[in-house]
């Protein structure tokens, strides 16, 4: 199977990684794959390194002309089965410049829940375009939501959680002494940014339930985390010095290494959080809410806990349940850690596309085929 891959390797190395070792494990398994990105991006060299071409363009905006030019070179050289696009810019560009070829696929992938509306005409020009064959979606409850946008071949958007690797998040804890955290103390950690889906708020609400418990302390950390609601928030709190608004940080991998468990109170909008998966990686537990496929992955009282959304008192109720039984906190964790060994890894989520892509291939054959008499 030939392969080409649309997409952006420009973020940080963790948020762009479980995708592209996807497709490098796709290689490995004897499929070519060419990979179409900025050519400075970090992660070429590996691609490169591992055998995958790499082609450097990425358009400068939703419809570049240079760029279907050059996708439509390649795709005249040599005949791909698969256009894999990820996001609102590369889709667009993709898409045009698959039409006239009837014989490969258009893949495009989705991540979050929400934003996409058959009344808006932007849809058109990414998932709702008429060239796209497959939709793969990051969590059972954002293909729902796909689903009921689109208005053809529904069986042919799927959900594919992406793989990860326990190494990848093994590293040292952070030293919290600065914040005049002890390791005796209880540690929370939010990483999130300042969207009001977030729900950082109820967080900080739940923050104000915890009573008698004076050496559980809060790491929040995200760009524009510290607004002012949020801060008059924190100082309603019973201990408002326990919570410390840490902003955008670098180390965030580090930070939750030191945490004893995961608070993601997002309200709307979530796909499937990569703080849950790193999470869940490095043994600890988290508690998540019903929106978007938190559940999907955590299972309540196994691995971590699931609440309803807009629900602060539950998530008070939780943390002090795995304040008072740090033994079963423990356990939660190692199962959470033994899921993302065991089924989300990246050789089960490279197997799993391969099968979505070998199955949109084969309705394209059957289709073609000539009726007999």
């Known amino acids: 199977m030939k392969i080409m891959v649309f997409s952006s390797y420009m973020d940080a190395w963790n948020s762009v990684r479980p995708e592209a070792e996807m497709f490098i494990a796709i290689a490995q398994q004897g499929h070519q794959v060419t990979v179409v990105t900025q050519g400075n991006a970090d992660y070429v060299a590996r691609f490169r390194d591992q055998g995958l071409t790499v082609i450097d363009t990425y358009p400068t905006k939703k419809i570049c ?11 005249k050289k040599d005949h791909y089965d698969i256009v894999y696009a990820t996001n609102s810019r590369t889709i667009p560009n993709a898409a045009f410049a698959c039409i006239g070829f009837p014989e490969t696929k258009l893949v495009t992938y989705r991540g979050t829940v929400g934003g996409l509306y058959r009344h808006d005409p932007s849809a058109y020009l990414t998932h709702l375009h008429p060239r796209v064959d497959g939709i793969s979606c990051v969590a059972d409850k954002v293909r729902e939501d796909v689903a009921k946008q689109v208005w053809s071949n529904k069986h042919n958007i799927v959900a594919i959680h992406k793989g990860h690797n326990l190494a990848w998040y093994q590293t040292q804890a952070a030293d919290l002494s600065i914040l005049n955290i002890t390791a005796d103390d209880f ?3 939010c990483v999130a940014n300042a969207r009001p889906s977030k729900g950082v708020h109820v967080l900080l609400e739940a923050m104000q339930y915890l009573v008698k418990e004076p050496n559980i302390h809060l790491l ?5 985390i510290d607004t002012a609601a949020n801060q008059k928030l924190a100082q309603q709190a019973s201990y408002p010095n326990n919570i410390h608004f840490l902003g955008y940080r670098t180390d965030v991998p580090e930070l939750m ?3 004893d468990v995961q608070i993601q109170p997002s309200v709307s909008g979530e796909g499937l959080p990569k703080t849950v998966i790193e999470a869940m990686a490095m043994a600890i537990p988290s508690i998540v809410t019903t929106t978007g496929g938190n559940a999907e992955i955590v299972t309540d009282g196994v691995t971590g806990f699931v609440v309803e959304t807009n629900d602060s008192h539950a998530i008070a ?5 795995l304040y008072h039984n740090h033994n079963e906190a423990k356990t939660m964790g190692l199962k959470a850690q033994n899921y993302i060994a065991t089924t989300l890894s990246v050789d089960n989520t490279a197997k799993q596309h391969l099968a979505f892509f070998k199955r949109l291939l084969t309705q394209s054959i059957t289709s073609h085929k000539k009726p007999t008499n």
Request: proline residues 0%; positive net charge.
């Open 257 to 259: 290494a030191a945490a």
């Open 187 to 189: 540690i929370i950690i």
């Open 65 to 75: 002309c240079n760029t279907i030019k050059r996708l439509r070179h390649e795709l």
């Open 317 to 321: 109720d939780k943390i002090n349940y």
């Open 220 to 224: 929040l950390a995200g760009r524009g």
